[in-house]
């Protein structure tokens, strides 16, 4: 078991660095070529051409330990992201921003609810209620990476523009919002008709303990290392605070990567104990943890079950609805707020992005029972599609020559 466990981690971490370099130098952020890296060691690529080699990787049997050990790396994600989240974006132009990011999670909610509503029959597992089906499709499709598009601005050149500073603060809004009501939609699928009412209404309190209580704890006690590098004793104590936490929610009915990402928000974001988390955690996080993460989603992505063009038909649609709920929605809100069409439409293609975040989602339906192998194949899909066509719309908008222009200003 260990020996299949230590080559599965060994082949993706290496294959996620080569294919991340790779897309790279086609303008794609590298989180992308590890998503794929860890479908091509999967059943879809590896499993069919070279079946012995995919069987001593990704045995069947290595699969409940990469699966544990997927879900602490997500849970330690979930948590840096939190940490990162600059709470103060939110301010300034609040109601312009938190209308474009609300409405950029409406349309393809609601889009994503009546295409759901539609492929209940065929897609959805059997005994799965059909409206917990629609309302789990309907926010996979309202995901927008935030850490994904933060490196997408960050390779553009463009974070401290106007344009990067919008679309930063209306992804973060967005987010939170998308993962409290996941948080929400998980409730209540887990719970009986009877305690639905009741974990929604846990989770909302958690969540007000969380920055009404905890928070001001957490910001005075952060100032004691405002001058100094806090110590291991500190650093393991706030992962045992984010542990613990993420068991809170976890008990309460919702998902322990909501717990762990709400104890990361409430960390001052440019304290010296957030700078501490973020370079002492995120390494082992993304370069060890994660990558069982992607060998497990990629175990789990199953090409070969979009059989004939149905199939396809089905998957080109979930494509297009994500597409268009993401981008309408945040092109008409971005109009209505009194931002020009360029713009509207830069912030449209930009909040398009799901990449990690989305399979993330996707993988606690699957855990959870409410969608089937092959829409998980299909939606993890939609994921990597939507994320890599970002750059280059975001591109053809904005010229060529203004991108060059701020790739010579970018230092090397």
């Not at 996979?140 to 994904?148: D, E």
């Not at 409290?180 to 009412?197: W, Y």
């Not at 001058?227 to 706030?238: D, T």
């Not at 268009?324 to 293609?349: D, N, P, V």
């Amino acid at each position: 078991m260990l020996l299949h466990l230590l080559a599965a981690l060994a082949a993706v971490v290496l294959l996620g660095r080569i294919l991340g370099r790779l897309f790279r130098v086609i303008h794609q952020p590298p989180v992308i070529g590890e998503v794929v890296a860890g479908i091509v060691l999967g059943p879809s690529l590896l499993g069919t051409v070279w079946p012995d080699a995919y069987a001593f990787i990704l045995p069947a049997s290595v699969a409940p330990s990469l699966g544990l050990l997927s879900q602490l790396g997500v849970a330690l994600y979930m948590f840096l992201v939190g940490v990162e989240l600059d709470t103060d974006m939110f301010r300034g132009q609040i109601r312009s921003t938190a209308t474009i990011a609300l409405s950029s999670i409406a349309l393809p909610f609601v889009l994503g609810v009546w295409l759901a509503m539609q492929l209940h029959q065929e897609l959805a597992p059997s005994g799965v209620a059909s409206t917990h089906f629609a309302l789990f499709v309907g926010v996979a499709m309202s995901i927008t990476a935030f850490p994904v598009l933060a490196r997408i601005l960050a390779d553009q050149g463009i974070t401290q523009t106007a344009l990067g500073r919008l679309a930063l603060t209306c992804a973060a809004i967005a987010d939170v919002t998308a993962w409290c009501l996941l948080a929400l939609v998980v409730g209540v699928v887990q719970s009986s008709e009877g305690r639905g009412l009741l974990t929604s209404v846990l989770t909302v309190a958690f969540i007000a303990l969380m920055f009404g209580v905890v928070r001001p704890v957490v910001v005075r006690v952060s100032q004691r290392w405002a001058s100094r590098e806090p110590e291991r004793g500190a650093i393991a104590l706030v992962l045992v605070a984010a542990l613990v936490s993420a068991l809170a929610t976890e008990a309460i009915g919702v998902h322990a990567i909501f717990g762990a990402f709400l104890f990361g928000a409430v960390i001052p974001h440019q304290s010296v104990l957030a700078r501490a988390l973020e370079q002492r955690v995120e390494y082992v996080v993304t370069i060890l943890l994660l990558p069982a993460f992607f060998a497990f989603a990629g175990m789990r992505t199953e090409i070969g079950l979009l059989t004939g063009a149905h199939a396809w038909l089905i998957c080109t649609a979930l494509i297009a609805v994500a597409t268009l709920g993401k981008f309408g929605g945040t092109l008409i809100a971005a109009r209505a707020t009194g931002h020009e069409w360029r713009r509207s439409t830069e912030l449209g293609f930009l909040m398009n992005t799901r990449g990690l975040m989305e399979l993330i989602v996707l993988n606690v339906g699957l855990d959870l029972g409410i969608i089937s192998p092959t829409l998980f194949t299909m939606m993890v899909l939609m994921a990597i599609v939507t994320t890599m066509a970002t750059t280059p719309l975001l591109m053809a908008v904005q010229g060529s020559e203004a991108v060059r222009v701020r790739a010579r200003l970018q230092p090397h």
